[in-house]
């Protein structure tokens, strides 16, 4: 069974400073897919970024980067120079292969982040 | 880029009543389509994946006579919840997958479903 896990029910971070948001998974599949999406006050899910499992490099996109240890399995999300924007509940989510349902994107519990001025 | 929206954003209906939510994608072919429940302060969770012209495939624990779900076009799927309870209300997000892009996920901005 695949199992994503976020530890941190919420996170607090000063304006500019930097944040890590911690997720944890568990899958037998050796092909996957990792996401980490934002969701703030108004419900939307927006994507952030995507990490596939056999890609070398971390992915990055803006102030966004994923920190990938596979031996690990851990998919942590880093967000620099935070901003007032940022907080929002964030989700780490995977997509797995055939064996937990290739479709299925299933999330973590999320982390709270408040990002204070 | 891909769009998906979903009606009404807001519902609020009297308990024993169906109500329906459509979910559509404004700029692209969903071929899959995915319908979440997220209750206040917790995660996503699939109900059900749906593919278009198909029985939807539903979560281990979700009544499938209670959570109707039709695919009937590539940009159009709909939800109903049936002789509604307090107890489903809810925040219902659905997304969707499909060309050009079949590897993405995008998701509607939700809707609030309130039974009294």
């Known amino acids: 069974a695949q199992k994503i896990t976020q530890t941190q029910p919420g996170m607090f971070v000063q304006e500019k400073e930097a944040v890590t948001l911690d997720c944890t998974y568990d899958?037998?599949?050796?092909?996957?897919?990792l996401f980490w999406y934002k969701q703030p006050s108004s419900g939307e899910m927006i994507f952030l970024i995507y990490?596939?499992?056999?890609?070398?490099q971390n992915a990055t996109e803006g102030r966004y980067s994923l920190n990938f240890q596979k031996a690990r399995k851990s998919a942590n999300l880093v967000i620099s120079a935070s901003q007032l924007g940022d907080s929002a509940m964030y989700f780490c989510?995977?997509?797995?292969?055939?064996?937990?349902?290739?479709?299925?994107?299933?999330f973590g519990a999320g982390t709270r982040l408040a990002v204070h001025p | 880029g891909a769009v998906v929206s979903q009606h009404p954003s807001r519902v609020i209906c009297k308990s024993g009543t169906s109500v329906k939510i459509e979910c559509r994608s404004l700029?692209?072919?969903?071929?899959?389509m995915f319908w979440y429940r997220q209750f206040p302060k917790q995660s996503l969770m699939l109900m059900a994946t749906?593919?278009?012209?198909?029985?939807?495939?539903?979560e281990q624990g979700v009544e499938k006579d209670k959570f109707l779900i039709n695919h009937a076009s590539l940009t159009l799927s709909t939800l109903t919840v049936t002789s509604a309870h307090p107890e489903d209300s809810s925040f219902y997000i659905c997304?969707?997958?499909?060309?050009?892009?079949?590897?993405?996920?995008?998701f509607g901005p939700g809707t609030r479903l309130t039974v009294t």
């Open positions: 997304s969707a997958r499909g060309s050009p892009s079949p590897g993405e996920q995008y």
């Open positions: 899958t037998s599949d050796p092909s996957y897919g």
């Open positions: 990490q596939g499992s056999y890609d070398q």
């Open positions: 989510a995977m997509r797995g292969g055939f064996s937990g349902g290739y479709n299925k994107l299933i």
């Open positions: 700029d692209f072919q969903a071929t899959t």
């Open positions: 749906s593919n278009e012209g198909s029985k939807a495939t539903y």
